[in-house]
């Protein structure tokens, strides 16, 4: 467990309940839109998790170079509580820098579900993305 989800979980109170189980989530994403005209995107997907009507970052997958089909090599791997709705947001990038941060990044659109909803999949689950003005864009894929 990565220290940034343990701090998360702390901080949203998710260690309350013993009923728990591990789930690992790989994403991958298909056919992300070239919105800079003069490369293709450097993608990069941060995972938030609400709690209390608050998102905190949970982790972050690496950032894949010149890349509109990316399977990310980050495994996020989760406390799923039974009896708790532990909704997730995906957050898409376009890293424009040397470096990881946000603060240049082009947000390219975010998918919304329950941690419960990815868990009961037999195998792999396709979401919309959904940009700002909540028309569906590309494909977030959750495997």
């Given at each position: 467990?990565?220290d940034?989800?343990?701090?998360a979980?702390?901080s949203?109170?998710?260690?309350?309940?013993?009923?728990?189980?591990?789930?690992?989530l790989?994403?991958?994403c298909k056919?992300?839109?070239?919105?800079?005209?003069?490369?293709?995107?450097?993608?990069?997907?941060?995972?938030?998790?609400?709690?209390?009507?608050?998102?905190?970052?949970?982790?972050?997958?690496?950032?894949?170079?010149?890349?509109?089909?990316?399977?990310?090599?980050?495994?996020?791997?989760?406390?799923?509580?039974?009896?708790?709705?532990?909704?997730?947001?995906?957050?898409?990038?376009?890293?424009?820098s040397?470096?990881?941060?946000?603060?240049?990044?082009?947000?390219?659109?975010?998918?919304?579900?329950?941690?419960?909803?990815?868990s009961?999949?037999?195998?792999?689950?396709?979401y919309?993305?959904?940009?700002?003005?909540s028309?569906?864009?590309?494909?977030?894929?959750?495997?």
């Amino acid at each position: 467990m990565s220290d940034i989800y343990e701090s998360a979980a702390n901080s949203l109170g998710l260690f309350s309940s013993p009923c728990l189980t591990k789930v690992e989530l790989r994403l991958t994403c298909k056919g992300i839109s070239d919105r800079d005209a003069l490369s293709k995107p450097d993608p990069c997907i941060v995972l938030n998790m609400q709690s209390h009507g608050q998102w905190m970052e949970v982790d972050r997958t690496e950032v894949i170079r010149s890349c509109v089909n990316p399977t990310y090599s980050k495994v996020f791997t989760l406390d799923f509580y039974f009896e708790e709705v532990q909704r997730l947001r995906f957050e898409l990038y376009d890293i424009n820098s040397s470096h990881n941060g946000l603060k240049e990044a082009i947000f390219l659109g975010s998918v919304e579900c329950t941690l419960g909803q990815v868990s009961h999949s037999s195998f792999f689950i396709i979401y919309g993305l959904y940009l700002t003005s909540s028309l569906p864009s590309d494909d977030l894929t959750s495997i």
